[in-house]
């Protein structure tokens, strides 16, 4: 098991950036694919992106694909999510989530570490 915890959220300016971090306790952070995924007031949780154990993996979800990039730093238990091009339908609680997986192909699924969210909020 590890703890996650998100930071890194809050109010930009439609086209602006962010950079989200998400800091993993626990000392087989390194075993774990990593991904963030968000949700709307009112809508479902939705798959943003994923990172493998190695960090040679990369997916993203089809509303996010080429303005966001995801990152790890394994020495530091962190996961990054930058955020490029923002738009005001990505407003939404952002979640970190984490599960055992050494295997370079990266879940969409089955994720069961979660932090408690950051909220990021673009305006037009």
């Known amino acids: 098991q590890v703890q996650l915890v998100e930071t890194g959220g809050g109010l930009v300016q439609a086209g602006g950036s962010l950079r989200l971090s998400c800091s993993a306790s626990?000392?087989?952070?390194?075993?774990?694919?990593m991904a963030w995924f968000r949700q709307a007031p009112g809508k479902e949780r939705e798959f943003v992106a994923a990172?493998?154990?190695?960090?040679?993996?990369?997916d993203y979800g089809d509303s996010v694909k080429g303005r966001f990039t995801i990152s790890r730093d394994n020495a530091k238990n962190m996961v990054y999510l930058q955020m490029n091009s923002l738009k005001p339908e990505d407003t939404a609680v952002y979640y970190c989530?984490?599960?055992?997986?050494?295997?370079?192909?990266?879940?969409?699924?089955?994720?069961?570490?979660w932090g408690p969210g950051t909220q990021v909020t673009v305006s037009s």
């Open positions: 626990g000392r087989t952070f390194s075993n774990y694919a």
């Open positions: 989530a984490g599960r055992p997986w050494q295997v370079e192909n990266v879940p969409r699924r089955r994720y069961d570490n």
């Open positions: 990172i493998s154990w190695s960090g040679g993996t990369t």
